[in-house]
């Protein structure tokens, strides 16, 4: 599955959004109660309301959402870099995720110390950059120095890294996170691998005050700024308040989100933008017992799509039996949809679309 690490300062609300979303209502929904894996990682249901009416449809008797994994990545403060705090090993855990959700404080509160003293955002978030760019700069240059003897030996590979982290090197010497480098597609696959911990997709939360969630504050609008400038993107939610609606019942939630002149709770937009920065999508399989998403990357083919649910879906893959999901709606169904000439047969080189609703073939 994929992951997101939520990091931050300390005391800028990253153990409360962390809860909050392991405990709601929708991390436990379906058969899959929420899962601690170890006490700061949790599995969460990824919300999607096309599930509900594709089970009415279908008449299934349970409804499977997607998940995606959370990681309360604690321990960073200033100097991380140089074993500050937890360091290192913080550090360490940042590697593995797909994509950050970097938690702001962006509330006044004389009650909770802030760390450097002062509420500003957009000079915490330049801290953690730093903190990261600085650890990326040690790696390259460790690894750099150790690839030495292979490029001697003209090793096609070593090559490839070596250059891809001297650019690395250049745009973090530049004070640049190595985001911003523009990596060819022959490259793509080597640039992941190097695990740098600024290529990862930033997504900033701006933990605000209760009665700012609907709209912001300024602190929030100039993280927003930030974002856009970066390129990265940004949410606003107040964890206190998510902390809460974790807390109710789903009739008891709505009410409370309606006083809020809130939409929906901020987590549901939280772990869509984690989708959406991380380009995934979700396809459905709908039967009298389940109907069920899955996530996979945009621009998956079938039968890779087929492997998301068992490895030998992606080996013996015969065909994909495919209904969007707007005509399953609009032709109430797999057989209205056949009838209606809605159904496709599709082969190895198809494309999964968001929303389809698939029916795998294949040889065992
Ligand atoms: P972490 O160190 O980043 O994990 O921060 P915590 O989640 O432990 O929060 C630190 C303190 O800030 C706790 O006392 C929280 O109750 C408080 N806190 C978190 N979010 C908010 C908020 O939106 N408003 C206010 N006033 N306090 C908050």
Redesign the pocket.
Known sequence: GFKMGIV???????????NALTRTAAAQAANFPFCTIEPNVGDVAVPDARLETLAKIAGSRQIVPTRMTFV?I?GLVKGASKGEGLGNQFLANIREVDAIAH?LRC?E?S??THVEGRVDPVSDAEVIETELMLSDLESIEKRRANLQRKLKGNDKEAQQQDRLLAQAQEAIENGQPARVVEVAEEDAKAWTMLQLLTTKPVLFVC????AEAADGNDHSRRVAEMAAAQGNSHVII???IEEEISQLDPEEAAMFLEEMGLEEPGLDRLIRAGYELLNLQTYFTVGPKEARAWTIREGTRAPQAAGVIHGDFEKGFIRAETIAYDDYVACKGEQGAKEAGKMRAEGKAYTVQDGDVVHFLFNT
Do not use: C, H, I
Request: no cysteine.
């Open positions: 931050g300062l300390p005391n800028v609300g990253k153990s409360t959004l962390f309360d604690a938690v509330f509160d009650d909770v933990n605000v005050a209760e107040s964890a206190r």
